[in-house]
């Protein structure tokens, strides 16, 4: 018997560790059952990866798993005897017989870790062999009382124990794959292709950004194998080939099916960082217009995305109560000659109307313009009572509006922020130390200005009122030291790209800790929108109309069930009517319709809910093979989005998602099917496609419906 025998009989032949090997493999069994009844309170990160069992991490090393089981009960074993032997100097021999058998049992439980060794079947000999000499020439003289025959058997034996240890240190232990950042290029049901990896000799594995020279088998270094073996080895890898610029991974196409399907996915980034995000904010006793649309979705967008990759948001509106706007606004009321109790029976066309007739006649009359900015001086000074009740009256009746409809966008706020918060009394204390850190210029008409490249930007007034930058350094500072953010993002158009661009340079130069911590998320503007001469389109009344045309459409169809409902129609009229009210082709409306499809089915056999799948093996037709690979891809998807703050893959990857599903819904039947098995299997395939349907969706801001 060879060397190898031996140790394969040692580890795996003999009648004591095939008795605890089958005890162990039921109890995984039935542990694996149990966890696959449960909802995971924490998600794996990679869709072929999910619920990864332990003890497949052993890879081809399993050996040594099974060895550690097998000396950790000799080691028990012989601690039983040695309590019970008599020895002519018993606490002599006592001694060496405990050191001996808590080297032999540490040792044991070290063998776990052999597998996660750079070089196992190195790391895994020097413990194996170092145990057996050092433990075993201590047992023999403990219990025979005689010298051990090999000479330096106990030294040698110490001396391989330190050399495998040393291993351990001296190479790097394997990294499961999804630690790995790769470029997933495509993959369908059995196969994985990953591009622009950095192969050479001494990448260690890593991926890189940049793209790679000709690629072949034989110069994939042994640690990417090793690396790619340890945690691939769980799904089922038939192969691994190189290509041009890319890796592909061929799947086992069962084991691919069950690690979609079988395990709740997590799609939380490693990385936790808190985001405040700062969106729509719209100026008070102004109409909520669809100028502010974009914004809203957009911010709604990363704010729903970040937290569901697990990252702290805080929800900003910063809403515009300051400033001279006020004075044209209270003008624009005494002009009209408003009473409180008419600006009552419609707060917010009424303030509209009022600011847009200031406004128009400061055009013909200076004379406006500057009693406007005087009664601000007033209010920011705090000299006329009156003025600061009507602004007070005015923030209220805006916020009610805004929160209506807010409510119908299905957006939410953390928090409502007001730029009165940061009024020239209660910024004093930015503005000097602003002064301190020497970044303010005086100009001999009293302004204040900041010096941005060859730009010289305006912070403080002549007549020393504040301005828009001075306000928003304020916030900055005071948002950093409220909610100590990681990053910052402010979502408006584009048209104020410079005013950021200052912003942050002057606040990043006060305070260096927010260098890289702020971003303006841009957009286009839409154009023709004017509060100052009335030109806008009340977004109000677009949602109403196209809850009125969703509603009529819910009363003519034959396939509505039930009722048609209005909170419904409210819901599927959130979008542009012209295209996105068609119930074919790629349409808001369409995903809607997918989900409801869904869920009818799913609540039809819901008899299939509780019903245990222990192997996917009947999910056999192309249209499930390829649902299953758009389940696959979500992650991929979500990380995308992550690193461009863009919503257009996750649009795309939902439509696609709608119609591989609409695809599999046509062939795969569930509640005629007569096989139990393959019932079980397809219910659980459309259970997994609705909830990554509805995930996205609602990451999108949509909220999903369950019938229309």
């Known amino acids: 018997m060879g060397l190898t025998d031996s140790m394969n009989w040692l580890a795996v032949g003999n009648p004591v560790s095939q008795g605890i090997l089958n005890a162990g493999s039921s109890a995984i069994k039935v542990m694996s059952k149990s966890s696959k009844s449960t909802s995971a309170a924490s998600r794996p990160t990679n869709p072929l990866n999910n619920n990864l069992k332990l003890w497949k991490l052993s890879g081809g090393h399993h050996n040594f798993v099974r060895l550690a089981g097998l000396s950790g009960l000799s080691a028990i074993i012989a601690a039983s005897l040695g309590s019970h032997m008599l020895y002519k100097d018993k606490e002599r021999w006592d001694d060496v017989f405990a050191r001996a058998n808590q080297f032999h049992f540490f040792h044991s439980i070290a063998l776990l870790g052999v597998p996660l060794a750079r070089k196992p079947l190195l790391t895994g000999s020097l413990l194996t062999f170092g145990t057996i000499l050092f433990s075993g020439a201590l047992y023999y003289k403990a219990f025979t009382g005689k010298p051990v025959p090999i000479k330096n058997a106990a030294p040698t034996g110490g001396l391989l124990l330190i050399l495998g240890w040393a291993s351990f240190i001296l190479q790097k232990l394997k990294k499961i794959f999804a630690a790995a950042k790769f470029d997933i290029q495509s993959h369908t049901a059995n196969q994985l292709i990953v591009k622009n990896v950095d192969i050479s000799e001494n990448s260690g594995g890593k991926s890189t950004s940049r793209n790679t020279s000709q690629l072949s088998k034989s110069k994939i270094p042994m640690n990417y194998n090793d690396l790619i073996g340890l945690e691939l080895n769980s799904i089922d890898i038939e192969s691994i080939t190189a290509e041009k610029k890319k890796l592909i991974f061929r799947i086992g196409q069962d084991s691919f099916v069950e690690h979609s399907l079988a395990y709740p996915a997590n799609y939380a980034m490693t990385d936790r960082r808190r985001f405040v995000v700062e969106f729509s904010s719209p100026n008070i006793a102004k109409p909520f217009h669809v100028g502010h649309l974009r914004s809203t979705i957009i911010g709604n967008f990363i704010g729903n995305l970040l937290e569901f990759t697990g ?249 509505t069930k039930g009722e048609p409902d209005e909170g419904v129609a409210d819901i599927l009229g959130m979008l542009h009517w012209d295209k996105a009210l068609q119930m074919t082709g790629d349409t808001g409306i369409k995903l809607q319709y997918t989900h409801c499809r869904l869920n009818s089915l799913l609540l039809e056999n819901c008899f299939l809910e509780d019903k245990y799948v222990e192997m996917f093996t009947k999910l056999k037709e192309v249209e499930a093979l390829n649902l299953i690979v758009e389940i696959a891809r979500f992650e991929e998807v979500l990380e995308g989005c992550i690193d461009g703050l863009e919503a257009c893959n996750l649009v795309n990857y939902l439509f696609g998602l709608s119609n591989a599903t609409s695809r599999a819904l046509k062939v795969l039947n569930v509640k005629n099917e007569k096989c139990p098995d393959t019932q079980a299997e397809r219910y659980i395939l459309f259970k997994r496609a609705k909830e990554v349907l509805s995930d996205g969706m609602k990451v999108l801001g949509l909220e999903p419906l369950d019938r229309m």
């Open 311 to 559: 990252n702290d948001v805080m929800r900003l509106n910063y809403l515009g109560d300051w400033g001279t706007q006020f004075g044209m606004l209270q003008v624009g009321v005494e002009m009209m000659n408003l009473s409180d109790e008419d600006i009552r029976k419609d707060p917010i066309k009424t303030l509209y109307n009022s600011y847009v007739t200031a406004n128009t006649a400061s055009t013909k009359d200076a004379s406006i313009a500057e009693k406007a900015r005087a009664v601000f001086r007033d209010l920011e000074d705090n000299k006329n009572s009156s003025y600061r009740k009507r602004w007070e009256t005015f923030r209220q009746f805006t916020l009610e509006e805004l929160q209506n409809t807010y409510g119908r966008l299905g957006v939410n706020f953390s928090e409502y922020h007001w730029e009165s918060q940061y009024s020239q009394k209660d910024i004093q204390d930015t503005i000097d130390f602003l002064n301190k850190c020497q970044l303010l210029k005086d100009e001999k008409d009293g302004r204040k200005l900041v010096e941005i490249g060859d730009r010289r930007v305006p912070i403080i007034k002549s007549d020393g009122s504040t301005l828009y930058l001075a306000r928003d350094v304020a916030a900055i500072f005071d948002r950093f030291e409220r909610f100590n953010f990681d990053e910052m993002l402010y979502i408006v158009d584009n048209s104020q790209t410079d005013h950021f661009k200052a912003c942050f340079e002057t606040a990043s130069r006060a305070n260096p800790d927010l260098i890289d911590r702020l971003n303006h998320i841009k957009f286009g503007r839409i154009k023709g929108m004017s509060t100052r001469t009335g030109n806008t389109i009340f977004l109000k009344d677009v949602l109403d109309e196209a809850k009125d045309i969703m509603f009529q459409r819910q009363k003519d169809s034959p396939t």
